[in-house]
């Protein structure tokens, strides 16, 4: 069994040991799924504190076409914490949240907004679970977030959980009982893609607007978003076939 790394904690995390596991995730995901794409993730910059937003830190990842090295997109490497958060008062105001019924455990005086829905622009977004941190032990490939919507755009009234991204809390957990050396989730492990939004084979759009959601507590967990602002982005055809929507596995 490896020891254990310095992460440092949810409320004070150690970005350098941080990021140098995330190299170590793109170096895979390059090997792997972007590879038999036809596309390769660039080098980026070390993981940011962002103590303006309603998650911890963050760095983007920038995506090209492997034919001709043309930048097709960016990826944004998100590191969360418990009761983090990517909503924001845009969409729907703070005045419209205090008027929300929302799910106990999820309402936090500062950054309230954190819950809150966006409006999606793009026609999809891909989601990437590059992996979760707990006890010094790193597990790549599993995460557990909730994607958080309203029941109606126009006049919401609830907020509720659409789906998970990655797995649901007590298959996660039980996950993260055994050490990543003895699991599935050790160093070369890629992850599932998922789609936050997008449109099913019926032609329904899902996911839109949403919020994403840590529920779960005493881990930190780095997951990327990648927008895909084009149905022309070649992007659009190589991930229209990500997990549509839900959670990619069941116990």
Known sequence: MSRPKNYGRPENPNLDTITAELTGAVKNMNEWIFKYAGFYLGEFQKMSLTPNKPNTARTVIPVHNKEDDAKVGDIYAILF?????????????????????????????????????????????????????????????????????????????KLLKLFDLGYDIPEYQKELRVPPSESDHGPNTVGWLQLTTGYKRNGERFGDPHAIFDNVPETMQVVGFLSINTVKNPLAKAFDRAEVPGKPHSS
């Open 81 to 157: 914490a418990p009761g983090d958060g990517t909503g924001d008062a845009n969409t729907y105001s703070l005045k419209d949240l205090e008027n929300l019924e929302v799910p106990p455990g999820h309402a936090y005086q500062k950054m309230p907004e954190r819950i809150l829905p966006r409006k999606k622009i793009c026609p999809m977004e891909l989601f990437i679970p590059f992996f979760s941190i707990k006890m010094g032990r790193a597990y790549h490939g599993l995460v557990s977030l909730e994607e958080l919507t309203v029941d109606n755009a126009d006049k919401p009234k």
